[in-house]
């Protein structure tokens, strides 16, 4: 083996990765032996970190966008000290190892957040990056920062293809998040082959008209020319930084490396071989480290500990001086909520002509707010529809961070991508807003929340076709059905003001994963019911709002803004002698939660049910039952004023009244 120590550890990198790849017969060899150089001086010169206390609040942040080279960065955790056995990399993609395909935060110590789904890891980083600027802001120190997290994210071109990246980075270099670094690994290289079939723009003018400060390292290997644009990068004021570094997919492998072959399967036994002869590297034993190299990566034992210690002073010291900002930043980082914050939160009084649910959150978000001051969010520029902004809390902008009102303009994908990272930063409780019809475009973002169990509060208006005269493309029909089929997700969709109250008092309770808020733009009269309605009724799930009788003739399951007209109904029908229950079901998942006991007590077996949702029926057979009657909307709506679609489609009082003597009368 030839070259210094630092280019003997540069090969471990890449030749851990190649052995890996291969013992596993899946994987992706190509970005980790091309890119080992650049995180290789990251992660031993530039990096703050204590591997042995990898949660430690004042560590930089380090993202692998490009998650599907995660060998790369299980065999920095490795050699840097991590609870990462070598075992573990020869187990790499195996069942129940703590080296999955792709990073998964929360399952292997070091990885900062769950990547894979390209262009997410990017988003995270702005968002973590954001909190960084938040914490320290409200959180300054005594003499220096306690909050000067740096954020490293290494990204490729399919990173850079994703637009979910171009929206976030629109946004971290309007917001000159000068703690954020990334690096490029810019290869020209995807699947498909040359990036030049599909992708010939010129990203770094791109990140430069986006108001980053940008960096070029022609060599991918040069290690003195990385090692002075992270330096250069890491002095950047105002700025977000975007170094492009050049680099060789599969570098070393004399057959595969700039080839697509690279990317997404194992090199082959002939030409690992090949490679190792090429890098001048031991065919046997695979899975070699070298000594030398182990000592000198594990260096960074020593610097972390120095790093954290260094960092506890400061925190000693304004703890000192400060020991109650001190006492409340210890416990947003323990997710402790302050004593008494739903104190303020008091019941709506009934109201035939209520308000909507989108109002009635705005203003219980800001009661919350005023007990909870690490609440913060904001919307995809419909915070007057959405009814997000929190009053007298300041927006969060270049030069005045300390901001609970966070603008992400028109960018649904990047929202949702950097409240998990606001989330995974720890110590805040953040929530993004946009209308239930453009859920869509934060699919991706919120099926990683669910994933990593982040306690994200999603709040999305608009909540049917209720909508009205904004037409189809704007009314959700399919999107509950959507959104409750996600694992892990908890969809609300509450019926009144008390509810929406109790919603969202429990969300902020959660802290095992996101909670999403379906919200009516129209009236919804406030209940009388609901005024004794308690927080415990609505974190069930579903609970009896009427009670009709202890053995019902027919139990009405209705969640949002049909609850109050299948309680019209039932009462009518009540009036003529009939027995109706009238179950509200504002969260099907917490119903789920439940026991069998407390769920057969609310939906009794053997008792005929009827189902009314303004959306799709889909999914509600799990309780409505095969032989339930719905009242839904499984078509897209239209063009009209709301009362006249609800007639259309027959979700008034009066059709629902019919429906029940006609269920009935079949008994």
């Known amino acids: 083996m030839k070259g210094n120590i630092h280019n003997l550890g540069i090969n471990t990198l890449r030749m851990l990765a190649a052995d890996a790849v291969e013992e596993a017969k899946s994987g992706h060899p190509g970005m980790p032996m091309g890119a080992a150089a650049m995180a290789y001086v990251l992660w031993t010169k530039f990096l703050r970190h204590n591997p042995r206390n990898p949660a430690w609040p004042g560590r930089d942040r380090f993202v692998l966008s490009a ?21 573990d990399i020869k187990n790499f993609r195996q069942w129940g190892s703590l080296t999955p395909g792709h990073p998964e935060w929360g399952h292997t110590p070091g990885v900062e957040t769950t990547t894979g789904p390209l262009g997410q890891g990017f988003g995270n980083a702005v968002g973590m990056a954001m909190a960084a600027k938040f914490m320290d802001a409200h959180f300054p120190g005594k003499e220096e920062p306690l909050f000067d997290n740096k954020v490293y994210v290494l990204a490729g071109d399919g990173d850079m293809m994703e637009g979910v990246s171009q929206e976030a980075a629109s946004l971290a270099g309007h917001l000159g998040l000068d703690n954020l670094i990334c690096l490029y690994d810019d290869n020209k290289i995807s699947i498909e082959g040359s990036t030049n079939i599909a992708f010939t723009e010129q990203v770094g003018a791109r990140f430069a008209a986006c108001g980053w400060r940008v960096l070029q390292v022609q060599d991918g290997n040069d290690l003195e020319g990385l090692e002075a644009a992270l330096a250069k990068a890491q002095q950047s004021s105002g700025q977000p930084v975007l170094i492009a570094v050049k680099t060789q997919i599969g570098y070393g492998s004399p057959g595969k490396a700039n080839t697509a072959a690279a990317h997404g399967e194992p090199l082959g036994a002939a030409e690992l071989a090949r490679t190792k002869e090429a890098l001048d590297w031991p065919q046997e034993p695979r899975f ?19 790093a954290e210690k260094e960092w506890q002073q400061k925190w000693d010291a304004f703890a000192s001086c400060h020991p109650e900002a001190a006492l409340q930043c210890s416990c947003w980082l323990k997710g402790e909520l302050p004593i008494d914050w739903d104190a303020d939160v008091i019941p709506f009084a009934p109201d035939a002509k209520g308000q909507a649910t989108r109002a ?8 919350l707010a005023a007990a909870v001051p690490n ?10 529809s959405n009814k997000t902004y929190l009053s007298g809390c300041g927006d969060f902008q270049k030069g005045s961070y300390e901001g609970r009102n966070l603008h992400f303009g028109v960018r649904e994908h990047a929202m949702g991508s950097i409240l998990n990272g606001l989330a995974l930063f720890g110590g805040l409780r953040p929530y993004g807003a946009t209308f239930l019809s453009f859920a869509d475009y934060m699919r991706p973002s919120m099926r990683l929340a669910a994933l990593m169990k982040l306690p994200v509060v999603y709040v999305f208006t608009h909540d049917s076709i209720g909508v009205g005269e904004d037409g189809p493309t704007h009314q959700p029909v399919e999107h509950l059905a959507s959104l409750r089929c996600l694992p892990g997700l908890a969809v609300v969709r509450p019926a009144d003001a008390n509810e929406t109250a109790a919603a969202w008092r429990h969300a902020l309770r959660q802290h095992e994963g996101p909670v999403a808020l379906a919200l009516s733009r129209q009236n919804l009269p406030v209940l009388e019911e609901t005024t004794i309605c308690p927080e415990e009724s609505v974190a069930r799930g579903a609970y009896i709002l009427h009670e009709g009788a202890e053995r019902p003739e027919l139990i009405m399951i209705a969640s949002g803004s049909e609850v109050s007209l299948a309680l019209q109904a039932a009462k009518t029908l009540e009036a003529e002698g009939r027995l109706i229950r009238v179950v509200s079901m504002p969260c099907q998942e917490w119903f789920a939660l439940q026991p069998a006991s407390f769920q057969r007590s609310v939906l009794p077996e ?19 039952g095969a032989g339930g009657v719905y009242v839904t909307v499984d078509g897209f709506g239209a063009s009209a004023p709301a009362e006249r679609l609800f007639e259309h489609v027959g979700l008034t009082a009066e059709n629902l009244t019919e429906q029940l003597r006609k269920t009935l009368a079949k008994r």
């Open 67 to 87: 998650g599907h080279g995660s060998m790369l960065l299980y065999g920095l955790l490795h050699l840097t000290g991590y609870q990462v056995a070598l075992e």
């Open 360 to 367: 009635a959150s705005g203003t219980i978000l800001n009661w």
């Open 606 to 624: 053997g008792v005929p049910r009827m189902v009314v949702e303004a959306a799709s029926s889909f999914g509600w057979e799990r309780y409505g």
């Open 288 to 306: 070699f480290v070298p000594e030398d190299v182990r000592c000198e990566m594990g260096k960074c034992l020593e610097r972390g500990e120095e």
């Open 375 to 384: 609440l913060l969010g904001g919307s995809a520029d419909l915070a007057p």
